[in-house]
């Protein structure tokens, strides 16, 4: 490895920079303002400012609280006659009417600091003061916990953006993006490149919206990912490339989706999936915001299998233990009719999640209501298995054991007294996938019911790796589909079995999960253009003419390469501990896609239809709602 | 004015981190090589080093040019029988093949270094080889200067990015950008945030691109610009909003423009005109390369008027003279019938510009050109008058003309000897344009002839200021439309025209000029509800209901607040001397909207449209093209 002193310092400088930095914000450059109304401290006292924002409350003609970005000051009416005018303005000025106030610092009168308030040593004496725009009645309180509809909120979003929580994400959000630049940027050269957002649907991509052009029958698409760019700047040459790419994906109605969507897109050449794994690793160190802690590297990883055996996912929440456990082995020796029919399948299998305190923490009805959950989502019978006080078993399971095979089995699961084990036997992926949704369901239950099981402040990055290269159709289990997609290149162990036996090869994809939700994926990608091709004629059978371009670049010396894309929505709401991805998106879309604000999609006439030489398939109910 | 201890401290330290910053860049962190190609000097000798990068040139199993993208390396090929593998492997692979060398850096034999070169004083003697990939034959030779044709080079971009000057180009775009960021987010407490590109129609919106969605009969509307969004941001207290934003526009075929477009996009809150200028100052200053000289500021400022009379156009390019001269009050008093017929009328007006040593560098084809291109494009008859070498001057002008009133008229315009002036009587505005363009055109036919009247290295930024706030609609001169767009408030001294006389309002808009090129544009905006109803209703007599979420937001309490757009690839295509923003742009659309590479826009088939609800209104004869 080469370069290393050269590491050692940006490590180092990295440090200095973010402090140097974050002293030279000035906030009060080109405006008229002296100071933000969070800036104000003692040192200030006897100084003349002028501050500019929002009446966030008035008392009496005596004070109010002036409101901006940055913080709250205090500000004191004058009461005197020759400033009357000023008082009867702002006592006036309806809450959230914007002002202009100028007077003198000065230091509340003793016992009357508020020491939560960082202003809260100081209030302004007002002298002059001017209302910039006043405010009218509002649909709802502009203060922070106050619960209010969400359509409401979607509607009137620019007062919603007024409060605290979404200010501070935003801000969070553009600070935690911009030193994700400065870590590509300036410390490890990569060229910030943009890629085309109206392109051409890619094959199978069902989920990518269509943008009419002007030719007839001709339709750009919206793409999903600039994956098929990115490769092909690498192909040009570009050797380290990033992009805070916007995404679309068009899926309808489903919660939690938005329709456009941003990634921190990347991607290198000559690189191993330890190179980008490193890479990522540093740049999420270097972007984290300090007050969320510090953040340990390298990340621990985990194969996709041992994901699946040990917690049911390929995206683990390893914050909690509950981890299933195999006693497949310890019940094949018994005679118990359905145990032994579900071993006597292929990848049959007897396997167990601990809750731990069940007894005491779980209702009757919350352990009948996660069996209904197992059964319904995975079609998998759940027994239940309760270690009473004095530590015996209480379970359909019993009468099978003998007193030393329950004691071996309570010492299998690690069972305590109270705790409640849900046992599931039959087919290994559909009983770990079952077991894995009990143990987040479980979780959730114990945690509502008080007991902690995961910090709220802790950050359990997981590297989950070698996923397999190809997963059978669900429509057709003879046929084969990418696990991720086309590009992706096998294991390097496994580049013979491409070619003898494509279900059994491992790619080069990993994920990246942060507390049980997946911020990330990438891949080294074929950089061969036979063995694309291969990978697209013979084994997923598909059309490779519309990816002509892509196989063609990859035969003019199209360098190894890999890269990875992270969710930025996703990441930022879990930093922020958001309960939705809606809350770190200025104006996001509805649940159903819709923008409640402005009303968006709308009708167009025809005539804004013609250039683009389509028309409405109205249904026969709707033709009544064409606008014309 | 406050912070300024602040503001002296953030330039002082700007220089600093810039210094701070380049000097600690890494290109190669997270890979295998231990240099690029463009890193190896004299102080590396005797360094074993590895290599990756593209066969350039190969010569005679002798010796190859290396290449990454950062520069070249010259390879000696081992010619003893212990490496006889590594020399036939390199003098076997075709140009462009992707390899790596690991070898020794030496010195190069005296006589032979390249001083050209800045790895010009080493050789790197290979001693292990390998082949990443292979090239097969090339479309094209990649080399810098050769003349392909923009068709062939957009169909193998991936190929012409491996150029020096697209690399350059698109290093520098992020090299300047991640600069621009610096300046807003680091230095002056800007909000990076990322507004929604699936909206809904703008009025007049016709030149959107569409987006059908799953409900019947609605379409997103992919914007023209984050404008809405950005007032709205304003609304809800962002405070300082920027963002690199990916824009829109449908114009069907249109010579360098691009369907999507990328603008600086910036709004402030509680500044004026003034306060966005020295913002942007401030941040061109910032960001520009520093190879490209120093620029200076305050720009200088010029009214619409001004740049009307003397340059004929809103984007003078004042890196020449050549101004358009007022001759009115000269040929008022001589009894010529064309100018008594022009003054005559209202806005009535004769002038003038000189093109100096025309007679020497244009031919009477280029100045018969110039006089059709004034009468086609503007319908403006033209004059000419010739400095002969004696002195007197050559025109159908002068039978008017006593002598002395000739040596008045040689002084007015400041001709010399071999000067030609073009001369034009009409409508001020008409007879303006007309001068402004030939101005240019000539300026052109003069460098054409050897003549340099534009530094190439001259970067002449200006900003045009006072615009119309309003402009007849050119389809009916009575009725009115925005001279930019509804948002932008009047002038200060002209608020009271707005209700009296709208059409001589002047309004707060600015525009950025560089070099005769329009870069940016911006305004302070209406932040009164009342005012911007007006303006929508009773001026433009546009129905205000698609924008009403807009004019609520201002009831609510919106900030005084004004921002600007710098056009970034043209910015860019500036800084780089470009002959088309397609040069800064990675995957450009052909003139006609299409991507020759990927081949979109592309035909789907109806089962695509259905989940749209929309189908193709196929054209009698273009029935058989159907796809289905």
Known sequence: MGGNSVTVLSQLSAKAMKDFIIFIQD??????????????RSAHV?????????????????????RDFQG????????????????KLLSNAPVESVVRVTGIVSSRPPG???????????????????????????PFEIKDFIKKSEALRMQYRYLDLRSFQLQYNLRLRSHVVMRMREYLCNLHGFVDVETPTLFKRTPGGAKEFLVPSREVGKFYSLPQSPQQFKQLLMVGGLDRYFQVARCYRDEGSRPDRQPEFTQIDIEMSFVDQAGIQRLIEGLLQYCWPEERGPIMTPFPSMTYKEALADYGTDKPDTRFGMKIVDISDFLRRLDIQFVQNALSYPHGTVRAICIPQGVRYLKNKDLESLKESAKSKFNQEIMEIICRPDGSLKSLLTKFLGEKQQSELIQVLNMQVDDVVLL??????????ALGSLRLESADL?????????????????????????????????????????????????????????????????????NGSEVGGGSIRIHSAEQQRFVLEKVLKEDSEVLSHLLEALEFGAPPHGGIALGLDRLISLIVDAPSIRDVIAFPKSFRGRDLMGNAPDY?????????????SWPLAERGKEKL
Chains 1, 2 share one sequence.
């Open 446 to 514: 114990l945690e509502a019911a008080g007991l902690v099981l995961r910090d709220p402040t802790a950050f359990h990055f997981l590297w989950v790796v070698d996923f397999p290269l190809f997963l059978p159709k669900e429509e057709n289990p003879n046929e084969l589909e990418s696990a991720h997609h086309p590009f992706t290149a096998p294991h390097p162990s496994d580049t013979s079995l491409l070619y003898s036996d494509p279900t059994k090869a491992r790619s080069q994809h990993y994920d990246l999960v942060l």
């Open 604 to 616: 167009v006439t025809p005539e804004e239809l013609e250039p683009y030489h389509i028309q409405v």
């Open 424 to 433: 599931a036997a039959g087919e290994h992926k559909q009983v770990c996938s």
């Open 72 to 87: 709250l000051t205090q500000i004191i009416l004058p009461q005197d006659e020759a400033h009357s005018h000023v008082k």
């Open 27 to 40: 906030f009060n450059s080109f405006v008229i303002r002296t100071n933000t109304c969070g800036e104000l």
């Open 46 to 66: 006897g100084q003349e400012v002028t501050l500019y924002g929002w009446i966030q409350y008035q008392r009496q003609g005596l004070f109010l609280v002036l």
């Open 112 to 138: 009357q600091e508020n020491p939560k308030m960082p202003t809260g040593d100081i209030e302004v004496k007002a002298e002059t003061a001017e209302i910039l725009n006043s405010c009218k009645k509002l």
